[in-house]
């Protein structure tokens, strides 16, 4: 676990002049989190500036902006993302499917409650777009933050429950 290399490695270090590397926290990866957290604001920002202005015109301009400038960074992240190598791939998308479920049965009920009320036209078009890129994103976060610490030796080194399960 984690915690235990931590304290591994304090405890390594307050006896040895050396500390410890631990390979799972030196790996080095792009900004996943950063342009995720970016793109992530930009888009929520165009959310709300459309829903602040229903149900009367909503001038689409600044709403696209947004969406374009967010989808584009999160395109760049994905980019990124898809070039690092050995990284926990399987864990990543283990996660993420069950995150972007979560999040798409969220943006499905928002969407609706754009629906119910009529919202139309090119202001749900915008906004149905916005939930979609709204909705991989978490996904994409929580995928890469629990693949990025993801150490396949912890499973192998678990405690086995009475029948052998790993707990």
């Known amino acids: 676990m ?6 591994a490695t304090s405890a390594h270090a307050e006896t040895h002049a050396e500390p ?7 790996r080095k990866y792009p900004p996943v989190t950063a342009l995720c957290m970016v793109s992530l604001a930009l888009i929520v920002i165009g959310g709300i500036y459309l829903s602040a202005h229903l149900p009367q015109h909503v001038p689409l301009g600044p709403a696209i902006g947004l969406l374009v400038a967010s989808a584009a960074l999160f395109g760049v992240n994905v980019f990124l993302l898809a070039r690092v190598r050995d ?4 864990r990543f998308f283990e ?29 749900l078009v915008v906004l149905t777009l916005s939930l979609a890129v709204f909705a991989v994103h978490v996904p994409t976060l929580v995928g890469f933050t629990v693949a990025r610490y993801y150490d396949p030796e912890d499973e192998l080194q678990a405690p086995s429950g009475p029948n052998g399960d790993h707990q």
């Open 20 to 26: 410890v590397r631990d390979p799972i926290l030196d």
């Open 87 to 90: 990284f926990a791939w399987d």
């Open 2 to 7: 984690l915690g235990d290399r931590v304290s």
């Open 95 to 123: 996660v993420g499917k069950w995150s972007l479920l979560a999040y798409a049965i969220i943006g499905a009920m928002i969407e609706y409650a754009f629906v119910r009320n009529h919202v139309g036209g090119g202001a």
